[in-house]
């Protein structure tokens, strides 16, 4: 089974700087993709980049890239240009493309907080 | 608007009450999903409905029963919950097979008191 881990509880960062949150995961798959998801107040989860396992280029969305070590199975994502609508909890998943649907395995989340 | 509703936002019930979660999606996907978000726990993925037909259950207790009647439909009919049921449930929904993300609502926090 495939596991998702972050290290990192709670993180901090001052507005227009730049934070990387960590994310390790376990699976003996080769194909597979990767997601960070922003969850807000608000609850709702919402996708904040995405990576399939067989692109080596790093994705990029705006002030968000992640940096995808597949040897490592790392997944670390780099928000730059922190602002104060980035404070939420962010959730590293990884998706099997082997099964039916669209099942994700989440890390716990890191809690990250943006000080003005 | 996010595309997937779920109602109600909050909920309130005692152990021996009956509820149901409701959830609809507006973007035309085939697949969706319960999820359970405790505190301090990460998301559990409790059903998986693709096509309509159960692919997956996790072993959730039977006090959880869900009913896809349609596509666009999800519930997830609740009796004789327990107050370590208190949770935040979301719903997803997805294009399977071929899409690569899914899409989820804001949740209904449910307490079991």
């Known amino acids: 089974a495939q596991t998702v881990t972050q290290s990192q509880p709670e993180m901090s960062v001052q507005e227009a700087e730049t934070v990387t949150l960590s994310c390790t995961y376990d699976?003996?798959?080769?194909?597979?993709?990767l997601f960070w998801y922003k969850q807000p107040p608000s609850r709702q989860m919402i996708l904040v980049i995405r990576?399939?396992?067989?692109?080596?280029q790093n994705a990029t969305e705006n002030r968000f890239s992640v940096n995808f070590q597949k040897a490592a199975k790392s997944f670390s994502l780099k928000i730059s240009d922190s602002q104060l609508g980035d404070a939420a909890m962010y959730f590293c998943?990884?998706?099997?493309?082997?099964?039916?649907?669209?099942?994700?395995?989440f890390g716990g989340g890191t809690r990250l907080m943006v000080k003005p | 608007e996010t595309g997937v509703t779920q109602t109600p936002r909050h909920l309130v019930m005692g152990m021996t009450n009956k509820k149901s979660l409701k959830c609809e999606q507006h973007?035309?996907?085939?697949?969706m999903y319960w999820y359970k978000q405790s505190a301090k726990k990460p998301l559990e993925l409790m059903f998986v409905?693709?096509?309509?037909?159960?692919?997956e259950n996790n072993s959730v207790p039977s006090r959880f029963s869900p009913e896809c009647p349609n596509s666009s439909h999800l519930f997830l009919h609740l009796h004789t919950l327990q107050p370590e049921d208190s949770a935040l449930y979301l719903c997803?929904?997805?294009?399977?097979?071929?899409?690569?993300?899914?899409?989820f609502g804001q949740g209904t926090r449910l307490t079991v008191v």
């Open positions: 973007l035309g996907h085939n697949a």
């Open positions: 998943a990884y998706r099997s493309d082997l099964n039916a649907g669209n099942m994700l395995t």
């Open positions: 997803a929904s997805s294009q399977d097979p071929g899409g690569t993300e899914a899409f």
């Open positions: 409905y693709s096509l309509e037909e159960r692919v």
């Open positions: 990576q399939e396992a067989y692109k080596q």
């Open positions: 699976t003996s798959e080769s194909d597979y993709y």
